[in-house]
């Protein structure tokens, strides 16, 4: 089994042409593929691992602009396309004090039209990897398409990656956001989170945080960093891999390719659920997979965009 099979949403976003203004003052914006586990799934195809992207999209011109983006990086499309909504749009802007403005069109859109049935059987089979974020969990049906299809990968073997990427502005309330972030953590054996996510999920710092975390049932938290690079933590480990100094221009998409980074690394190692905390607590082995996954990220920021701004292998090395 060689897949790292990514389940979720994918979307256009329109990005404006130049930032720091609020989104209503933004009068030009550029297209661009997004859902963080459709990056995710392009930063492994990138790299040149076996990546499948399975979510819904309109039969519309954006839906087919989606699916030609991740075919022409490599990732194999597993797409119901339906007629009953169309591809989900956001507008964001960055607005000249830092802060992001976001506007949806989801009213429903397509991807969470998914259903369990329409996820085929083959789709999981070969999947040595299934990874899922939090905004299919939004609303039904396709989060419960996105937690079967969870449990069928973990039955089959599959290790389960879960980037709960908090989306607050998506969700009906912080406090639904938080209950079903934190509900879905038993599934998963690998959780990336930022430490900013960990202080909104817990109410605690991140180090008090991982280990509550570790508590709920997954074995291996991973904390980004940003510029700093990541933590690694486990019941037989806690380090911090340093990042890779880079002269940043456009974060987006860094936590997806650097998830990317990580599924790419592990797949390679043939981790299993049940060898993955021995596996990477032997000498040398997390610096290794981390320093990649983090060099990974690094180089997205240089560059614009999320999947447009993704390294090759040789890049990386
Ligand atoms: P999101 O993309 O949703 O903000 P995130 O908070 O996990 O996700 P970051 O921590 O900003 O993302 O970045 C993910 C990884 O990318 C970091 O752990 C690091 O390896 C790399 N990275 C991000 N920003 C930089 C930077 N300025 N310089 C070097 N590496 C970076």
């Known amino acids: 089994k060689t897949y790292i099979v990514c389940l979720g949403e994918l979307l256009i976003d329109f990005v404006p042409e130049i930032n720091g203004q609020a989104l209503a003052d933004v009068t030009s914006f550029q297209r661009a593929a997004g859902g963080a586990p459709a990056n995710v799934a392009a930063a492994v195809a990138k790299l040149g691992g076996d990546a499948r992207f399975i979510g819904k999209i309109g039969r519309d011109p954006f839906g087919d602009f989606l699916v030609r983006t991740l075919d022409e990086v490599g990732v194999q499309t597993a797409v119901v396309q339906t007629d009953e909504a169309k591809t989900g749009l956001a507008f964001v802007s960055l607005r000249a004090d830092g802060e992001r403005d976001f506007l949806f069109f989801r009213d429903p859109a397509a991807d969470m039209l998914l259903r369990a049935d329409e996820v085929q059987s083959q789709w999981l089979e070969d999947a040595a990897v299934y990874h899922f974020g939090s905004v299919s969990l939004i609303a039904e049906p396709c989060r419960t398409a996105t937690l079967d299809a969870a449990q069928r990968a973990k039955d089959l073997g599959a290790l389960v990656s879960y980037d709960p990427n908090v989306r607050l502005a998506l969700w009906p309330s912080a406090d639904a956001a938080r209950a079903e972030i934190l509900a879905q953590l038993p599934l998963a054996d690998v959780v990336k989170v930022s430490e900013e996510e960990i202080e909104f999920l817990l109410g605690v710092d991140a180090t008090t945080g991982a ?72 000498a040398g082995v997390a610096e290794r997979v981390f320093d990649f996954a983090n060099r990974v990220g690094a180089i997205t920021t240089t560059r614009r965009g999320a999947i447009p701004a993704l390294p090759t292998l040789a890049e990386v090395e």
């Open 211 to 282: 280990q509550q975390l570790l508590q709920r049932g997954p074995k291996v938290i991973i904390i980004t960093l940003g510029p700093e690079g990541c933590r690694v933590v486990s019941a037989r480990q806690d380090v911090v891999i340093p990042g890779t100094p880079v002269a940043a221009v456009d974060t987006t998409g860094a936590g997806d390719s650097f998830v990317g980074g990580m599924l790419f690394q592990l797949a390679s190692l043939s981790v299993t659920p049940a060898n993955i905390v021995d596996a990477l607590a032997e």
